[in-house]
């Protein structure tokens, strides 16, 4: 597909693509929401830039950047909300989270257990916050941050595998296009 320093250029480079398009601001969300989103998305893009390191530490590093988007998304998703209110199905986020957390741990080292663990409790409030802003608003903008929240958690999901389980086919181009897509998605409910 390209060369590892091609890739290393391309990467930061989409993502600030991506901030560009949320600072533009295409949706109706309020000031304070599409800040929030610009700043989530500006962790995606130091936590793109650690993760091409090739060891434990940058991916603690980029692990790092990506919890704190991440807090950042749910601040924004739950941004003038006011009820807690969630839909049924939000049952089988929370399902999926914690069936995730549970296979994701028996393969990941020591030192990483309790950082994976608290990120995928993290990733998994992030999906349920954007499904109680879907459910309290029906907006075009909350359905968008609800699409990339899953797919985020979806792509959030494939890396994990492939970097703690195993390598599969095309795994490295199914985790960067549903990652892409994700934050598009949620530069665009900005």
Not at 150 to 165: A, K
Request: charged share 10%.
């Amino acid at each position: 597909m390209f060369s590892r320093k091609t890739f290393y250029v391309i990467k930061p480079i989409a993502t600030c693509l991506v901030i560009a398009l949320a600072i533009a601001g295409l949706s109706q969300s309020s000031r304070w929401y599409q800040v929030e989103i610009v700043a989530a998305l500006a962790c995606c893009l130091c936590g793109d830039i650690f993760l091409l390191g090739a060891n434990e530490r940058w991916f603690a590093a980029g692990l790092a950047s990506f919890l704190a988007a991440h807090v950042l998304f749910i601040v924004a998703f739950v941004h003038g909300l006011h009820h807690v209110a969630l839909p049924w199905w939000s049952i089988l986020i929370a399902l999926y989270g914690l069936v995730l957390g549970a296979f994701l741990l028996r393969y990941v080292t020591q030192r990483l257990k309790m950082a994976v663990a608290l990120y995928c409790v993290v990733i998994t409030l992030a999906a349920l916050a954007a499904a109680w802003r879907w459910h309290s608003l029906h907006s075009a903008s909350a359905i968008l941050a609800l699409s990339g929240a899953l797919i985020f958690m979806i792509s959030d999901s494939l890396l994990g595998v492939r970097y703690f389980v195993t390598s599969f086919r095309y795994g490295h181009v199914a985790i960067m296009a549903s990652y892409w897509l994700a934050i598009v998605l949620l530069a665009l409910s900005a």
